[in-house]
């Protein structure tokens, strides 16, 4: 994009000394300066509470730069990003101060986006702030990170808190898993490929695998994560995301609204999960001690500040079903859970064998062909099949082989991160790679019923090792 396209913003960043700013914003924001995508008039104004001036928070910036992003820093795009910052010491709960934030933000007439880089309990001070000094007003938008509530109930009072002040074109509610570079790519991958689009239903797909694995523990979270868990932690938000792009049906247009809309229209199909089915169609792990990477690693309960007696998941299973007329009779098996034994985050298509296949006998039975999206760690798509092994003694031996893919093969460049993308998409003000209230609400009412099923029916953890793949369901499963 050429430089006279891009419009000068006010990004402000409440929360501004927080891990989330200095891991990921600031590194995004200094990936766009090195690619020109910043105006020379933006202003990045860090909000918190600290006595610091603008200089300190440079200091600060750098930093976290010199930690966070992976190349070298490059002095001169370093002091032109550096001229875009400023900070401004706000307690958010102290409604009245606002009024002097004032102040900083008439210092331009650019647009303002304000980052919610806060927990959800400071959302709606933030919110009756700027409405008390009328900068809630419209082009001005918001960016919220999750989680959302942490059930129906809580996320609709959030919601509610911030529709309050701000129109729903103002929201941009973020799952950074929608800006990495192989979600964006499986609409292509579905909708202009008719060798995917024509076999991407139940006539064709046996089963699908959707997987995040983490080898990280709690890493020193362990109070927040009790409280929460990984089935709200990860299978509300990113896998459910994933689940839904790759079942919708085709939007009409490849706009926020109709991308959404067929996007619920999943979350709305998904069968209950209840007290009838919950013993078949999830399982809730709680990883042991164990060894990773060659280091003997400490149970869940043994971590830093852990209750002895915790049963929160820190792994599950889920058996998804979609009861419409493209995906029914295909089970989706979500899984996600941490002390892994390896970091990955894939989607595995299964395909049907061919019935009455000429080649039956030569075929195991277990065997079928796959598609394997893979986000990370290395972004690519692998296919699997089935090939004649070239010997002169016999005709038809067939072997594994596979179709292998990446990124890296096809550009020089660095992908982009996921945080770098949905922020330049906010500036572009583009809707489309983020999540709207009623894909969050539908979400969580799905989760809320296995939440409550494992409750009542008083689901014990099953306990398994750090280091491999977790818990299975059984065969008859």
């Known amino acids: 994009m050429k430089i006279e396209n891009i419009i000068p913003y006010d990004l402000v960043i409440f929360g501004a000394k ?101 927990p959800p309990n400071k959302f ?51 799952d950074h898993y929608l800006g990495k570079e192989t979600i964006l790519n499986l ?18 797909i046996k089963y699908v695998k959707i997987t995040v694995s983490e080898t990280i523990g709690i890493e020193n979270r362990w109070a927040y994560f009790d409280s929460i868990g990984q089935t709200k932690d990860m299978v509300q938000n990113h896998l459910l995301q994933i689940l839904s792009l790759i079942t919708m049906s085709v939007p009409k247009k490849l706009d926020a609204y109709h991308i959404r809309k067929q996007k619920i229209e999943v979350l709305k199909s998904l069968r209950k999960i209840d007290s009838k089915n919950i013993y078949t169609h999830t399982l809730r792990g709680q990883y042991s001690s164990g060894m990773i990477n060659g280091n003997i690693v400490p149970s869940y309960i043994e971590e830093n500040g852990a209750k002895k007696d915790s049963d929160m998941e820190t792994f599950v299973l889920i058996k998804a079903n979609i009861d419409n007329t493209t995906w ?22 299964y395909l049907k064998n061919i019935p009455n296949s000429i080649f039956m006998n030569h075929i195991n ?17 692998e296919i699997e099949f089935l090939n004649k092994k070239p010997d002169i003694n016999n005709k038809y031996i067939l072997k594994k082989s596979k179709l292998n893919f990446q990124y890296s093969d096809i550009t020089k460049d660095k992908i982009a991160d996921a ?57 008859k499963n």
């Open 124 to 174: 709606n001070n933030i919110c009756e702030g700027l409405g008390k000094i009328q900068y809630n007003t419209q082009p001005n938008r918001i960016i919220v990170e999750k989680p959302i509530g942490v059930s129906l109930k809580s996320s609709q009072i959030i919601n509610k808190q911030l529709n309050k002040y701000f129109h729903e074109n103002q929201i941009f509610r973020i």
């Open 18 to 118: 927080g891990d989330l700013s200095c891991r990921k914003l600031i590194p995004a924001l200094y990936r766009l300066e090195l690619q020109n995508l910043l105006h020379i008039n933006t202003r990045i104004i860090g909000v918190g509470r600290a006595d610091w001036n603008n200089n300190h928070y440079s200091s600060i910036v750098l930093q976290a730069l010199k930690k966070f992003h992976s190349d070298s820093i490059d002095i001169n795009i370093w002091n032109t990003f550096k001229n875009k910052l400023y900070f401004y010491n706000l307690d958010v709960t102290k409604i009245d101060n606002f009024i002097h934030l004032k102040y900083t933000l008439n210092q331009s007439k650019n647009t303002k986006i304000y980052y919610f880089a806060v």
């Open 328 to 349: 029914s009779g295909v089970p989706f098996f979500l899984k996600t859970g941490k002390r892994m034994h390896t970091k990955k985050t894939e989607i595995v298509i």
């Open 419 to 475: 945080y770098e993308r949905l922020l330049f998409e906010s500036m572009k003000n583009d809707q489309s790679l983020f999540v709207s209230k009623e894909e969050i609400e539908t979400s969580w009412e799905w989760i809320d019923s296995i939440i409550h099923a494992w409750k009542t029916n008083k689901i014990k953890i099953q306990l398994y090792p750090s280091g491999t793949k977790g818990l299975y369901f059984s065969k």
């Open 365 to 381: 039975n277990n065997y079928a062909n796959k598609l394997r999206i893979i986000l990370e760690p290395n972004e690519g798509i």
């Open 187 to 204: 609409l292509t991958l579905r909708f202009a490929n008719p060798i995917f689009h024509n076999i991407w239903n139940n006539t064709a």
